[in-house]
């Protein structure tokens, strides 16, 4: 079956400095990725996403790089912030189908220390 | 002004009573979707619809049914609630031609 498994649950970080959460996904055929932020109480919010012909891209302050030899997904958030803390997921799009069905991992809470 | 909207934001009901959330868009996206997500855990799709009285099952569809009348409403629908349906309940919904999946608010629902 598909499966996408992140790494850590939790994530501490000092303010300033940069996190990295990290994602394992199962299913080679997978061509769609995307990092969601989930702030307490509201819904996810779309980060950044990346294709499987790429392997990297930047956004502001966030970088999300994918190694498709050991099907490896992470997000990097450089000079974290208070404001950065929250629950973050990896979802995938598991293949061809243009269903749009996504399948998420379990998520990594981040927490940021001042 | 928020995008997709979900009513109510929190509710609670006893087993065995029926109970409908609503999802509502502005988008103009003809593609909607509902997730559960459990504590702990990450999102799992119950139902998914690509346009006006379209229907396909998730992952997870047992025990659940939905509507979707109009294009901007998808409204999900528990038949006789059990306290395993306890969870957090979000609606998402995306364009024709995109990847990526806009989420609402959510809805908590408390099944005693």
């Known amino acids: 079956g598909e499966n996408v498994g992140l790494h850590l649950p939790t994530l501490s970080v000092q303010e300033g400095d940069n996190s990295i959460i990290n994602c394992a996904y199962s299913n080679s055929a997978s061509d769609y990725f995307i990092w969601y932020k989930q702030e307490s109480g509201k819904g996810p919010q779309f980060i950044i996403d990346i294709r499987s012909n790429m392997d990297k891209r930047q956004g502001q302050r966030v970088t999300v790089l994918l190694n498709k030899t050991v099907k490896h997904l992470s997000l990097q958030i450089a000079a974290t912030q208070p404001g950065d803390s929250a629950v973050y997921f990896c979802?995938?799009?598991?293949?061809?189908?243009?269903?749009?069905?996504?399948?998420f991992g379990q998520g990594t809470t981040l927490q940021v220390k001042p | 002004d928020a995008d997709v909207t979900q009513t109510p934001r929190n509710r609670i009901t006893k087993t065995g009573k029926r109970i409908m959330l609503e999802c509502s868009q502005t988008?103009?996206?003809?593609?909607m979707y509902w997730y559960r997500q459990d504590p702990g855990l990450g999102l799992q799709l119950i139902y998914y619809?690509?346009?006006?009285?379209?229907?396909n099952k998730g992952e997870i569809s047992d025990g659940y049914s939905v509507s979707r009348q109009a294009q901007a409403k998808f409204s999900l629908s528990l038949e006789s609630a059990i306290p395993n349906q306890t969870a957090l309940y979000f609606c998402?919904?995306?364009?024709?031609?995109?990847?990526?999946?806009?989420f609402g608010p959510g809805t908590r629902l408390l099944v005693l």
């Open positions: 988008k103009g996206h003809d593609r």
């Open positions: 619809s690509f346009d006006v009285k379209d229907i």
């Open positions: 998402a919904t995306r364009g024709r031609d995109q990847e990526t999946q806009y």
């Open positions: 979802a995938m799009a598991p293949g061809s189908s243009n269903t749009g069905k996504l399948i």
